[in-house]
Every structure is written in structure tokens, then in C-alpha cells.
């Protein structure tokens, strides 16, 4: 197994909390691995007429404190000890914000680029039919992650209510607005990662910060956005064919038709082309937006943002976070900084069993209170077992599944 591996790295977090909070050893053995895991082949009759197989897997981690949470990933490197870490992240996610959902994760193994739209709905369609015994509104929720989007939740929320009869729209999040969504969820990641942003900068006293976001998917894209929208400097930004940078700070509209006519935000006419790496650019705060282990033993060392804010999943790996802290570098952790996500996926199951929608303002007071409030709760537990914000992360989020744990007479 590589130094990298994201389930071996999200166990060492846990080893290294046990020690420090004094877990008790009956809660911490039941957080080594999760409750259930599945493992499905999904057949695909191609356009071409021949069958291909997929594998799929959903990882249900932790319902200690209710429904398995966590989203379906569609990528070709997706593989079970990454699904694995993706549902604990989830398990502790939740409890740090503290909505009443457990953890868990899907993922099939493909690229879905290479797939024509009726393959794909073939293949979205077939996993739910693969995993449908195992989800429900009260038993386990799936949503979009990495390569998914609320077009396929609107066929997976479909074909869920075909095999199970009748009207379930809580079983899904992220779904179009037309059948079931939330307002605001679309970008409800990155607008929570802003609002613990702002509250880290606060807490810094930072001042008139330029921005690097690395990244430009979903969430990577819609954060610069945001930042650039409320006065941030956004100097520089990259995806997966390039970066650039403009040290005026880039212009968002301008950008964003770019990268929708091109494919990438490389050879921008507004900016130069980077030739090193995005994480070692003169900055003060560095978004990670992109997959996991995007800073690792090899690049942690030339970063020189002093504030670093995960909106993606495991961007750092377990190593590089020692030399990052040692380096006395503020990283607002995954499980708080991207929570926004799975907060308003809640929100759109609590409108599902209403039947009664919210405006977009509400959504986001909503939100915005809940991640001002998980940040100081966060940043006390730093405070009290004087560590980093991860580990108050952690802290916080093992302490409530623990209490649920003994609450259910588990322990
Ligand atoms: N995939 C998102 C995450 O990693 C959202 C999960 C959800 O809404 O359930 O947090």
C-alpha cells in the first residue's frame, strides 16, 4: 500500500486524536472500519453493442448518529480504499456540523467523459439498481461528488422510485430543482467553504489577501467566483491541463467564458501561463479544490500561503500536514471547510419531507450560521487540546459520534 493511501492516512488521523482526547478505546475500535461495504459489477450494454462491466462500491461508515450520508463519485481512479476514507470523512463531516446524519460514500470506477449521455444514464441508472436495497430516505442518502452532477441524481432518483414504487424524493440530494432540489445547492460547497474562509481571515487578521484556487470544477470555479464577487484578490487558479496567473487578480467572467469554450483556464488572454506548480505561488490563501494528495512529503515544504482551506477531500496528505503545521500554516480542514455540500443536502431532505420549499435567502442564513458556528466550535477544540484545527476537527466530531454511540447502548 502507498504512503498515500487515503484510508490508511484518515486512520493514522484517528491513531493520532486517540491519544490526545483520550478516546475510549470501545468507540475508537468501532471507527476502524466501515459498518457495511459493497462491492457491484454494473453491466452497460455500450452504444457499439458490446458489454461493458463497471465496478461499483458504497461504503456506509457510521449511522451512530442517523442515515448513512455521502455522495457517488464517477472517476477512474476511484478505488475502495478511497471510497472507504471519502465515507469516514462524511461519518465526521456531519458530526462537525452537527446535522443529524451519519457517513458514507459511492464511487464507480470510470470516466465519464468517454461516455456518450445515454451510456451514462445507463450506468447511473444500473448502479442504483445494483445498491438499491441498501439506500432510503431513512437508511442511507446519496448525492453528486466528483464527476456527478444533478442531471444524474434526477435519473438515479428515477430509478430508485421505479423499483421501490412511489414518490421518494428524499432519497437523493443534489436532484434538479424541477423534482425535489434545494435552492443554493448548487454551489452550497464553496459558499460554506467562503464563510469559514472569512472567519479564518477574522481570526488571522489578514489583510487585502491575494488568492490561489486549485482547481476549477464545481467547487474550485464557483469559490473564485465567490472570492473575487466580495472584494478577494484571485491571483492565480489551475485545473487539470494548466494555470495561470495575473498578480491584478483575475477577471472572473472573462475567465469563466474561457474555460467554457476552451476546456481549460490555460493560455487565459487575461493572465500569464504558470510554470510551476499553483501550490508554491506567492499568496496568502490557497483554496485546494482539486482530488486528494494534491500536497504531499514532496511539495508541502515550497508553500507559502499562510491560511489553507480544503474545499476538496483529502487534498493533503497525512504527512505533509505534519510539515504544514510544524510550518505554522492555518489549514481549515475538508470535513469543516466543505461541509456547505452535505448542510444543504440536509436541508433539501428536511424540504422533502415537508413538501415545502425554502427561498435562497433562507438556505443561505441557514447556512451561514450553521458553518460560523461548527468554525468557533472547531476552533475552541483546537484551543483546548492546544493542536491544529484538524485535530479540533476530529476531536469534535469523535466526541459527538462517541456520545451517540453510548447514547444507543453500542458501547
Ligand atoms: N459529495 C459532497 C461531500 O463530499 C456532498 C455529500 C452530500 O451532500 O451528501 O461532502
Avoid at 514532496?298 to 510544524?326: R, S, V
Avoid at 500554516?329 to 419531507?353: C, H, M, R, T, W
Amino acid at each position: 500500500m502507498s504512503h498515500n493511501d487515503p484510508f490508511v492516512g484518515a486512520l493514522k488521523q484517528l491513531e493520532k486524536l486517540k491519544n490526545l482526547i483520550n478516546l475510549e478505546e470501545n468507540i475508537y475500535q468501532q471507527l476502524q472500519s466501515p459498518q457495511k461495504f459493497l462491492e457491484v459489477s454494473i453491466p452497460v450494454k455500450m452504444d457499439n453493442g458490446q458489454i461493458r462491466v463497471f465496478k461499483g462500491f458504497r461504503s456506509q461508515y457510521s449511522n451512530a448518529r442517523g442515515p448513512y450520508k455521502g455522495g457517488i463519485r464517477f472517476h477512474p481512479q476511484v478505488n475502495e480504499s478511497e471510497v472507504k476514507a471519502l465515507s469516514m470523512w462524511m461519518a465526521l463531516k456531519t458530526a462537525v456540523v452537527g446535522i443529524p446524519l451519519g457517513g458514507g460514500k459511492g464511487g464507480v470506477i470510470v470516466n465519464p467523459k468517454e461516455l456518450s449521455a445515454s451510456e451514462l444514464e445507463k450506468l447511473s441508472r444500473g448502479y442504483i439498481q445494483a445498491i438499491h436495497k441498501l439506500i432510503g430516505p431513512n437508511v442511507d442518502v446519496p448525492a453528486p461528488d466528483v464527476y456527478t452532477d444533478p442531471k444524474i441524481m434526477g435519473w438515479m432518483l428515477d430509478e430508485y422510485e421505479k423499483l421501490t414504487g412511489g414518490g421518494n424524493p428524499g432519497v437523493i440530494t443534489g436532484k434538479p430543482l424541477s423534482i425535489g432540489g434545494s435552492k443554493a445547492r448548487s454551489y452550497s460547497t464553496a459558499q460554506g467553504g467562503f464563510y469559514v474562509l472569512q472567519e479564518a481571515v477574522k481570526k488571522m487578521s489578514l489583510h487585502n489577501v491575494r488568492v490561489a484556487v486549485q482547481g476549477f470544477g464545481n467547487a474550485g470555479a464557483t469559490m473564485a467566483n465567490i472570492l473575487a464577487k466580495n472584494g478577494y484578490k484571485v491571483v492565480a487558479v489551475s485545473d487539470s491541463k494548466g494555470g495561470i496567473y495575473n498578480s491584478e487578480g483575475l477577471d472572473m467572467t472573462t475567465l469563466s467564458v474561457h474555460k467554457e469554450k476552451t476546456g481549460s483556464v490555460a493560455s487565459f488572454f487575461g493572465a500569464q501561463n504558470i510554470d510551476g506548480n499553483i501550490l508554491f505561488q506567492e499568496v496568502d490563501i490557497l483554496v485546494l479544490a482539486a482530488l486528494e494528495n494534491s500536497v504531499t512529503l514532496e511539495n508541502a515544504e515550497q508553500i507559502k500561503a499562510q491560511l489553507i482551506i480544503e474545499l476538496a477531500n483529502g487534498p493533503i496528505t497525512h504527512e505533509a500536514d505534519e510539515i504544514l503545521d510544524k510550518a505554522g500554516k492555518v489549514v481549515v480542514p475538508d470535513i469543516l471547510a466543505n461541509a456547505g455540500g452535505v448542510v444543504v443536502s440536509y436541508f433539501e431532505q428536511v424540504q422533502n419531507a415537508y413538501n415545502y420549499y425554502w427561498e435562497e435567502k433562507d438556505v443561505l442564513e441557514k447556512l451561514a450560521k450553521i458553518m460560523t458556528q461548527s468554525f468557533d466550535e472547531v476552533w475552541r477544540k483546537k484551543e483546548k487540546y492546544n493542536t491544529n484545527m484538524r485535530t479540533g476537527a476530529y476531536a469534535l466530531a469523535v466526541e459527538r459520534i462517541g456520545q451517540a454511540m453510548k447514547d444507543r447502548g453500542w458501547i
